[in-house]
């Protein structure tokens, strides 16, 4: 790993390969909540095989929160490299000719996306810590559909989440073809259908999780 992360070069390869491992865990977890929409006991029994088998928690759990940190943290110090290459900007520079503007500010709606993950972490994650391992209640398969239903409850949840899954489709409408690009997938005959499938996937991904909270939002009692 140190070898990899020690170039400019190896740092974008480990920077694409841990978000093309976190564009397939955002289609997963997508069409996990998204069975909450359609049948509750069906979510309820997903839930809990996702919240008790011991292979998922306890491999694949550590493998995504390292994927996570690795992916931002890596994001940071790209970002910090490059400036630092470019100490002075170039009087005659125009960005918006030459790039876009997510592309020139993944900094900006990276920050947004850790800071909505946080929430989401809090939210979520830290809920199952407490339940599962601090208060160390029994298994309950009856509570995820509920506990998921009550957090939509409140209007500035569900507005702070529509607005960080907005970001996240941008930030992901870059990234898809940047990641490919990265590990050296361009070539006439693909480089448009990545970049298609990149857009509908940035499009696709953000759409379903606004679906999934403002069903809950909405749907409230």
């Known amino acids: 790993m140190a070898g990899l992360t020690s170039s400019t070069i190896g740092r974008k390869y480990a920077m694409a390969l841990s978000a093309m491992f976190l564009l397939l865990f955002l289609i997963m977890h997508l069409s996990v909540n998204l069975i909450s929409v359609f049948s509750p006991s069906a ?47 170039y009087a005659m520079n125009n960005g918006s000719a ?73 930030h992901l409408a870059h990234g898809f073809q940047s990641s490919f690009q ?3 997938a361009r070539h006439p005959k693909y480089t448009p259908v990545i970049k298609a499938l990149g857009t509908w996937y940035s499009i696709l991904i953000p759409a379903g999780f606004i679906i999934i909270a403002l069903y809950h939002f909405l749907t409230q009692s």
Do not use: C
């Open 182 to 184: 990265s590990v050296g």
């Open 43 to 89: 979510f309820n029994s997903a839930s809990e095989f996702m919240g008790y088998n011991p292979l998922i928690q306890f491999l694949m759990q550590p493998i995504l929160g390292f994927a996570v940190i690795f992916h931002f943290v890596m994001g940071f110090v790209l970002e910090l490299k490059n400036r630092s290459a470019r100490p002075v900007k």
């Open 98 to 170: 030459n790039s876009t503007w997510m592309s020139r500010n993944m900094i900006i709606s990276g920050l947004v996306v850790l800071a909505f993950l946080g929430l989401h972490m809090y939210d979520f994650w830290w809920h199952e810590i407490n339940f599962k391992y601090v208060e160390a209640n029994a298994p309950d398969n009856e509570r995820f559909w509920h506990e998921l239903h009550a957090k939509f409850a409140d209007a500035w949840r569900v507005i702070f989440y529509i607005i960080a899954f907005v970001l996240l489709g941008l």
